[in-house]
């Protein structure tokens, strides 16, 4: 009588590897993805989208990469959510749901603010407007990251990066090919342009609900007890106080490991050649000549397929493969593809090399950032200081779209698309 070999042990099966991916936590973990993704296209891809339209300059354009800085700065008052307790909604939510409630609802209100500002009269009160979306984005970033990483066991991280980063794209290509299509669609139902995008934009703000949903029916993390006991003891304690002590120690903490200089320098480089490529392309499939139609279905839809498989391919990767060999393996892969918008911008206006442009790149760009996240995820392990640690971390992480990408519209202006992207390609050599 024979019988089946003993599986490895630690290592599970297939089944068991696929069963993680509903269990209540990761499944939590993907909504609080989509509602952290939906934020990121409106101010991205729909934004430049409607300022084309309007008729704003592509140099001014490129200067609205400003709109990111609070993903660079979020670390800035990252403690204020390790050190204080907001009012009410964290006696009846908890330590980390009481925050996400208060961000999610500042987000409606920011999106809704949004809908209303006009390009084409007064591009200030865009900027403002999306200045304050991106700022309550941010702070929910921090918010979703250090949940996801203090509720999520160590078993259960790899299928919960990449459910994050899937559910994060499905959010931004709903906020941005969903936004584009909406606006077609209201133009078609005979409204105006104005208030085709004023629809779209209050739409999308609609659907952060989906987050609120996700922020009640979470589990508010087991680390919280101990951080609300450090709480306790510090209760006489002014908030600045707290927060002060909060800071110095997240930086303290981190700091104290070896190459902690190294780390940070390799953080803000990992994801720089791919942010800079992906800063303009919607005014480049524009300018290409492609319809705001075949923008939204080619580079979203495409794009969306291509990044859904590409973010399971990199939870994958994570878990089958060492980090380092992963790290490897994805940043030359992220930044490599990045040639293939090079080509494009040669073929012109042809969807099938559009299609497979977009393919490649959004699918090894998924890739990169599930085993990037895996790697950030395990640098923060204190939960007394989890949510500034990876705020820092993510905030560098963002230079490349924000800083970096300031002056992106003037170098496609000065170069042409051709090189344009050849210098982005060239961006990876430093990682």
């Not at 959010?171 to 090919?177: E, M, R, T």
């Not at 077609?184 to 609120?212: C, D, P």
């Not at 800079?276 to 290409?288: E, G, I, S």
Request: with cysteine.
């Amino acid at each position: 009588m024979s019988t089946a070999p003993p599986r490895e042990a630690g290592r599970p099966s297939a089944l068991e590897a696929l069963a993680v991916y509903l269990k209540p936590r990761v499944l939590v973990v993907l909504l609080l993805g989509f509602s952290g993704g939906l934020p990121f296209s409106l101010t991205g891809m729909a934004l430049q989208a409607w300022m084309t339209e309007s008729g704003v300059d592509i140099r001014t354009i490129g200067l609205f990469a400003a709109i990111g800085i609070p993903y660079l700065i979020k670390f800035l008052w990252a403690p204020l959510t390790d050190a204080l307790d907001v009012p009410i909604l964290s006696g009846w939510l908890g330590r980390r749901r009481g925050w996400l409630m208060l961000t999610q609802l500042w987000l409606m209100a920011a999106i809704v603010l949004l809908a209303f500002c006009s390009p084409a009269l007064a591009p200030l009160p865009v900027a403002l407007a999306a200045l304050m979306v991106a700022t309550a984005s941010a702070t929910q970033d921090i918010l979703i990251d250090a949940f996801r990483v203090e509720s999520l066991p160590e078993e259960e991280q790899a299928a919960g990066m990449a459910s994050y980063v899937a559910a994060y794209r499905v959010g931004a290509l709903i906020s941005g090919a969903g936004t584009l299509f909406l606006v077609s669609g209201f133009e078609g139902l005979g409204l105006g342009r104005q208030a085709a995008w004023t629809g779209g934009f209050v739409v999308m703000a609609v659907l952060v609900l989906v987050g609120i949903v996700a922020t009640l029916l979470a589990v508010e993390p087991a680390q919280s007890v101990a951080a609300e006991a450090e709480h306790a003891t510090h209760a006489r304690e002014n908030a600045v106080t707290r927060v002060g002590k909060a800071a110095v120690g997240a930086f303290l903490d981190f700091f104290a490991r070896d190459a902690a200089i190294a780390v940070l320098a390799f953080v803000t480089l990992f994801k720089l050649a791919d942010a800079l490529a992906l800063a303009l392309t919607t005014p480049f499939v524009l300018d290409l000549g492609f319809s705001r139609t075949e923008l939204a279905g080619i580079v979203k839809g495409v794009g969306f397929i291509a990044t859904l498989t590409g973010g399971f391919a990199g939870g994958y990767v994570a878990r089958a493969l060492p980090l380092a060999r992963s790290l490897w393996l994805g940043g030359f892969l992220q930044s490599v593809t990045i040639l293939a918008f090079a080509w494009q911008a040669v073929a012109g206006m042809d969807a099938v090399t559009l299609t497979f442009t977009i393919t490649i790149q959004y699918f090894t760009d998924a890739i990169g950032t599930v085993i990037f996240v895996a790697y950030l995820s395990a640098l923060c392990g204190n939960p007394l200081h989890t949510a500034t640690q990876y705020a820092l971390l993510t905030a560098l992480t963002a230079a490349g779209r924000t800083v970096f990408s300031l002056g992106t519209g003037y170098m496609a202006h000065a170069t042409g698309w051709v090189w344009y992207f050849l210098i982005c390609a060239s961006a990876a050599i430093p990682s």
